[in-house]
């Protein structure tokens, strides 16, 4: 096996990163850039066109998802359609705020790829922060360089093959949005799938302020698109919860409130805006 591709995710508006990116482009090798969604339009005009039923972030925050979130996702989906599309059969996605350890990294993934990687592998995570990779239970008898799946850290680095590819793609066209790398993390807690972390820490992340959190969710709940992004907060008719997202745009930021008592006027503005 080989690497047959190697895309950069970035966007038009990420200059700085785009010419970071330029500036180590003899260590990263044959590669292209992908620029992706990031404008407030084309975001509400995928949703639209894709008929997405809710937003959400399901792990502890539960609530809006940030724009940039949602641009991440479009743009690792269109992504992953273009490596589909292209039938690419071996592929590494990077964000465009990658360093390297080691300036052989390419050389290093594809001996792993020909010497420990399974010839029907699905995906293998080239960045990640968990420490169960020194954990027993998580080695592979005869593998150095892989363990099994343990932790998804984002989705800064990943080595996809088309198999894979059209994997994520059935998840990713489920009806629900969320953060993209949680989508991988459903691929990987799945027995039937062939999702592995690298041993070495041969993927970093330069010093810089992440760009998917950057918009401030109170402006975009009172915007001018306040209809248009409230309607995709419906629910679908088969979701087994019914699940109202309390939050509040009324409430003064130096108010000192509890919050059992935030929920409690939640409830009331909704229902009394809502005519209940």
């Known amino acids: 096996m080989k690497i047959d591709k190697i895309i950069v995710a970035t966007t038009l508006k990420s200059k700085n990163r785009n010419e970071y990116i330029n500036s180590i482009k ?3 090798g044959d590669f292209s850039f992908f620029y992706g969604v990031d404008e407030r339009d084309k975001i509400y005009d995928f949703i639209n066109k894709n008929n997405k039923k809710i937003l959400f972030h399901p792990l502890r925050k539960c609530g809006i998802l940030y724009l940039g979130q949602i641009g991440c996702y479009i743009t690792h989906y269109l992504i992953l359609k273009k490596i589909y599309n292209e039938k690419i059969q071996n592929t590494i996605v990077l ?8 300036d052989d990294w390419e050389l290093y993934i594809e001996k792993i790829m020909n010497s420990e990687l399974p010839n029907d592998y699905d995906m293998l995570l080239l960045y990640s922060r968990s420490r169960n990779i020194n954990k ?19 989705a800064v680095a990943y080595l996809i093959s088309l198999n894979g590819v059209k994997k994520m793609l059935h998840l990713l066209e489920s009806t629900y949005i969320k953060p993209f790398d ?3 993390k459903d691929l990987g807690m799945n027995e039937n799938n062939k999702v592995f972390n690298l041993v070495t820490k041969l993927i970093g992340l330069i010093n810089v302020k992440s760009t998917i959190k950057s918009d401030d969710k109170n402006k975009l709940m009172i915007s001018n698109n306040n209809n248009n992004f409230f309607k995709f907060y419906k629910l679908a008719d088969n979701f087994k919860r019914r699940i109202i997202f309390v939050y509040m745009n009324n409430v003064d ?11 409690a006027k939640s409830f ?5 805006k809502k005519n209940y």
């Open 26 to 28: 003899d260590k990263i």
């Open 95 to 102: 964000e465009n705020d990658i360093n390297f350890s080691k």
């Open 136 to 154: 027993r239970e998580y080695r592979i008898k005869g593998k150095k360089k892989i363990t099994k799946y343990n932790k998804t850290s984002g």
């Open 182 to 184: 949680l989508f991988i």
């Open 253 to 263: 930021n130096t108010e000192r409130i509890s919050p059992f008592e935030i929920i």
């Open 268 to 272: 009331i503005y909704y229902f009394e």
